[in-house]
């Protein structure tokens, strides 16, 4: 098998028309008043479209943060902050928010952490445009539709509100995808960096470390120097062991958590029966007698008295109950691969539903909106920190309950409630995406290949690990976006496909056009009815050719 190259012919144009920096002798540097007129200029001329789709992206965000002061609460987000105040690492999910938090703890304010996560999430938006743009030579309107989902979804809104990982995760990995795919042989430096934020993305959420596999093959794919591969990788580990290796000092484990067992058997428990295992006697107490269709969700056997694990010793999350755990995931895994794999399959298939549902509960899913009144503290985040009487009260030094004000929270709680992307349209998205791969079959897939699996990735490996959630399809979104943007720009197989498939339509509208009434076209030929002189037919078949 050949593998063809990326046509080289479309780079030139493409940085052409992406480019707004002055660069003729002579002109003003963007740092002074003319230089900055000018580049605005520029900027508007080449990218009006997408910089008039931006500007109510941007006042959306803005109406967010003056009707929900300063922020909002997730489940989650009281132990990230707990730890910042402690400083210590979790053991039940990586800590580098709480870290990224610790930071940004001096301004004692969550108004700095949501106003930077709405940046991120602009920001996210402008890579996907600017890669489109620059390396594909994508329309204006191609790149900046691409942009649409992460800019408008009333749930990615209140995602980048929430005092939650997700969105610097997502930022991280937009920008490494961005920095890969933005020249067609990235050099040593940049994959060094791509590799740091690969390792930063993965102290952030766990799922960070298997997408490295899917960096590394890509690039051997595409025939990037081992070299550079090897130090992507190289990089990326530095920062998770160093991770864990502070988690070691801390909790006598070299990992990253103490959990990974007991959500794999979570996992596991919805379908897992002992009967068709060989379960050692220390195991045994991880069974339960309640038939499958009788079971609650996953997560109830890792967060309800009820479940199994709470027949250790306090806490579920340390070595033993872990290690047990994961133990007995692994044979439930490999006595019933077919129920596992279905298990897999369904909570997957669920981030295609058109509309959302109440999941996991009411309690969970009411903390993905916009409220009418602000998510209490609980009780198990109080203590005694001075004057302060909660770890969330400790970091602001103040008040740490979300002010709900009117009009400005109407005006998103409102938009949210019917401005949201629906998970049928996902997959068409990825659908989209895979059509523009297979079309690049002789390429491997292009360059569309990194993004899309990443995506498919985000959605596949928490219903592996886990359990569906809905942010989790958030943060899958940009990449079949920007995948399906790729696969079909000009140059590339689907782009191809489509401009030729335009031609075809533009000829037969052409062939329609001159057939008179009463006739009719056949193939690119007209004739009149019976009764027209030959010469009025010789005309019209000269012209419809």
């Known amino acids: 098998m050949r593998v063809m190259p990326a046509a080289p012919s479309r780079e ?4 052409r028309a992406w480019s707004i920096w002055p ?37 959306l965000r803005i109406d967010a943060e003056l009707g929900y002061q300063w922020h ?73 539709l691409a942009t649409v989902p992460v800019l408008y979804d009333g749930f990615e809104i209140e995602l980048e509100h929430l005092i939650m990982a997700d969105v610097p995760f ?88 103490n959990s990974t067992g007991v959500f794999l058997y979570s996992r596991v428990m919805t379908f897992a029966d002992c009967a068709k295992m060989k379960v050692p006697v220390n195991e045994l107490s991880l069974c339960t007698t309640v038939p499958p269709a009788l079971r609650p969700i996953s997560q109830s056997y890792v967060w309800t008295a009820e479940s199994p694990l709470g027949r250790f010793p306090p806490s579920k999350f340390s070595p033993v109950p872990n290690q047990l755990a994961e133990q007995f995931a692994i044979k439930a895994i490999e006595a019933q691969p077919g129920a596992y794999a279905r298990a897999v399959f369904d909570d997957t298939w669920r981030s295609f539903d058109w509309s959302r549902s109440v999941f996991p509960n009411a309690q969970t899913y009411d903390e ?69 791969i297979v079309l690049a079959w002789r390429r491997f897939g292009g360059e569309a290949l990194l993004p899309w699996t990443i995506s498919l990735a985000l959605i596949v490996i928490p219903a592996a690990t886990a359990e569906f959630d809905y942010r989790y399809v958030l943060v899958a979104v940009p990449f079949a976006c920007l995948a399906a943007a790729i696969a079909f720009s000009p140059g590339s197989a689907g782009g191809e496909l489509a401009r030729r498939l335009g031609k075809r339509r533009q000829r037969a509208g052409e062939a329609a056009a001159v057939v008179p009434a009463g006739g009719r076209a056949v193939g690119d030929r007209a004739t009149v009815p019976a009764g027209g002189t030959g010469d009025h037919q010789r005309d019209l078949a000269t012209d419809g050719t």
């Open 368 to 436: 993905y909106v916009f409220g009418y009144h602000a998510t209490p503290i609980p009780s198990w985040n109080k203590a005694h920190l001075g004057p302060y009487d909660s770890y969330a009260a400790a970091y602001v030094h103040g008040n740490p309950d979300t002010q709900v004000v009117s009009p400005f929270a109407n005006v998103i709680r409102g938009y949210q409630r019917y401005v949201w992307l629906p998970g049928t349209v996902y997959g068409l998205i990825l659908l989209v995406g895979l059509g523009g």
């Open 72 to 144: 909002a609460w997730f489940n989650d987000s009281f132990e990230y902050v707990q730890n910042t105040v402690n400083f210590q690492l979790d053991p039940t999910r990586v800590s580098g928010y709480s870290i990224w938090l610790k930071i940004l703890q001096p301004l004692h304010t969550y108004a700095v952490v949501t106003i930077l996560q709405h940046l991120m999430g602009l920001a996210i938006a402008v890579m996907i445009y600017a890669l489109a743009r620059h390396r594909f030579g994508a329309p204006a309107w191609l790149a900046t």
């Open 12 to 15: 030139p144009s493409a940085q």
């Open 170 to 257: 997502l930022f991280l990995l937009t920008l490494a995808v961005t920095l890969l795919l933005w020249d067609p042989v990235p050099s040593m430096r940049r994959c060094v960096l791509i590799g740091a934020l690969l390792g930063l993305a993965e102290i952030l959420r766990s799922v960070g470390l298997p997408l490295l596999a899917v960096f590394a093959v890509y690039m051997i794919i595409r025939r990037i120097s081992w070299r550079k591969v090897a130090a992507t990788i190289a990089v990326c580990v530095l920062p998770v062991f160093a991770y864990a290796g502070l988690f070691y000092v801390e909790h006598g484990q070299f990992a990253m958590t």
């Open 23 to 59: 660069n003729r002798p002579g002109r003003a540097g963007w740092t002074t008043r003319a230089g900055a007129r000018e580049l605005a200029a520029r900027a508007w001329s080449g990218h009006r479209l997408f910089i008039i789709v931006l500007t109510p992206a941007v006042l």
